[in-house]
């Protein structure tokens, strides 16, 4: 079982730069989320997705959008790239009858 | 945001003794989960504890949990040195709230275990 699939696994920008974070999940999850961990800040959460159609903001949202595109992908942009976006993302989906996070393993950003 | 925070920041053990770890938040929640990060890896659930319950075993993990000082402690009894990562803990607000199911963490802990 693949889980929860992140791409690209390294990515380096330029400022200025946009690019998107793709994710998908094959457990039939309802519930998605995207975080960013910093070193010595923990996971910062950025997007929460409930359902299908639907996204709501976390912590640290400014700088990013996101597109639930179907029940599987949820996908985090950057629309014009800066250093302090420099950082390790996850995405997350959530078992509903148990509460329980799956998490993807990471994609390593760095902006130059 | 009611993300936890946990307590102390690091800890450093022998292998074979017990390892706790604390964690406090800051309003009513429904229930509480505590996740394990080895370096570099994503986050791996570890155990989840409702608001009705107090206590909670699983495997060499003891989970407590004490409402009315909104606080929560993660005992890994004979710990190993496989053990050695960063555990997280994440309260989630109960429902009806606009925080709900936005889980969210604090800095973790970070244990190391010593052969």
């Known amino acids: 079982n693949a889980g929860v699939t992140q791409t690209p696994k390294f990515q380096v920008l330029k400022t200025g730069q946009s690019m998107t974070l793709q994710c998908a999940q094959d457990?039939?999850?309802?519930?998605m989320y995207w975080y960013r961990q910093d070193p010595g800040m923990g996971l910062r959460l950025i997007y929460y997705?409930?359902?299908?159609?639907?996204?709501d903001k976390g912590e640290v949202p400014n700088g990013y959008n996101v597109s639930r595109l179907n029940k599987r992908e949820f996908s985090l942009r950057l629309e014009s790239a800066a250093p302090s976006q420099t950082s390790v993302y996850f995405c997350?989906?959530?078992?509903?009858?148990?509460?329980?996070?799956?998490f993807g393993e990471g994609s390593r950003l760095t902006v130059l | 945001s009611q993300q936890g925070e946990e307590d102390p920041q690091a800890l450093s053990i022998q292998e074979g003794e017990n390892a706790t770890m604390n964690c406090s938040y800051k309003?009513?929640?429904?229930?509480l989960q505590w996740y394990r990060q080895n370096s570099g890896r994503g986050l791996v659930h570890l155990i989840l504890?409702?608001?009705?319950?107090r206590e909670k075993h699983s495997g060499r993990l003891r989970v407590t949990l004490d409402t009315s000082k909104k606080s929560s402690s993660l005992l890994i009894t004979a710990s190993r040195a496989a053990d050695t990562a960063s555990y997280f803990c994440?309260?989630?607000?109960?429902?009806?709230?606009?925080?709900?199911?936005?889980?969210?963490f604090g800095q973790g802990t970070i244990l190391t275990v010593h052969p």
């Open positions: 309003t009513s929640i429904n229930n």
């Open positions: 997705s409930a359902s299908e159609g639907t996204t």
């Open positions: 457990m039939n999850h309802n519930s």
């Open positions: 997350a989906s959530r078992q509903t009858n148990t509460g329980e996070l799956f």
């Open positions: 994440a309260p989630e607000p109960n429902a009806g709230g606009t925080s709900y199911g936005k889980l969210t």
């Open positions: 504890i409702r608001s009705n319950e």
